[in-house]
């Protein structure tokens, strides 16, 4: 029959393993932890860093393009074209963001996925309006010996595009003015919702931050 110091010895050596066995445990388990972390917090800094891409193209077309334009009567006609403005990275990874689907911030994978949505429409109504100017108002202003910028009534001007051509200019302009204003918008406010929920998620972890321009210069 073993003694007791036997048994304690014994003891001893089975807490000793189940600590260090319990030790390495929680070293593993911290090690994935901070993995994991690491991972969705550079997946947050490259959605942060798409959404402003996405602002700042369009913000660079509306201090470009739309203000010498803004409340023109003629803008359906002289704003610039603009066939192949530069977007960039403007698409989210969606495979990285999945880990908000997982959390309480499930809204703002949504979020973001509608934004890169509302950014291909203004892209998308841009360049429609461009290719009518290029492949259609511009042949049609030649041919009828009218300049660049030559002041020409109105209505003549229908007379000679035509009922159907312009008015897919003048809604296609006015449908570019309200999209991008309500785009760059929604962007920032968008920037906003992912930073406040990454700090839901992670609140001794810090995302990157971007200093918006002031809309009005």
């Known amino acids: 029959m073993p003694e007791y110091k036997d048994i304690v010895s014994i003891l001893a050596t089975l807490v000793a393993s189940f600590a260090g066995a319990w030790g390495a445990f929680l070293l593993e388990n911290e090690r994935r932890k901070r993995e994991i972390e690491d991972r969705n917090i550079g997946a947050a800094n490259r959605a942060i860093y798409t959404l402003f891409n996405l602002w700042n193209i369009l913000e660079q ?3 470009e393009v739309l203000e010498p334009h803004r409340g023109k009567p003629d803008a359906w006609l002289n704003l610039a074209a603009n066939p192949t403005i530069a977007t960039g990275e403007h698409t989210f990874q969606t495979s990285e963001l999945q880990f908000l689907l997982q959390s309480s911030q499930a809204e703002v994978y ?4 509608l934004e890169e949505q509302r950014f291909a429409i203004s892209i998308d109504l841009i360049r429609a309006r461009s ?5 259609e108002v511009f042949p049609k202003m030649s041919a009828a010996n009218i300049a660049v910028r030559q002041s020409v009534p109105e209505t003549q001007l229908e ?6 051509l312009t008015h897919k200019l003048k809604e296609i302009t006015a449908a570019i003015f309200c999209n991008v204003d309500e785009d760059l918008a929604s962007l920032r406010a968008q920037y906003a919702q992912t930073q406040a929920a990454m700090t839901n998620l992670y609140p001794k972890r810090k995302v990157i931050q971007i200093m918006f321009e002031d809309p009005k210069k």
């Open 159 to 164: 007379q000679l595009l035509g009922i159907g």
């Open 110 to 113: 949504a979020g973001l996925m």
């Open 61 to 63: 077309y509306r201090k």
């Open 131 to 135: 290719l009518l100017v290029l492949d």
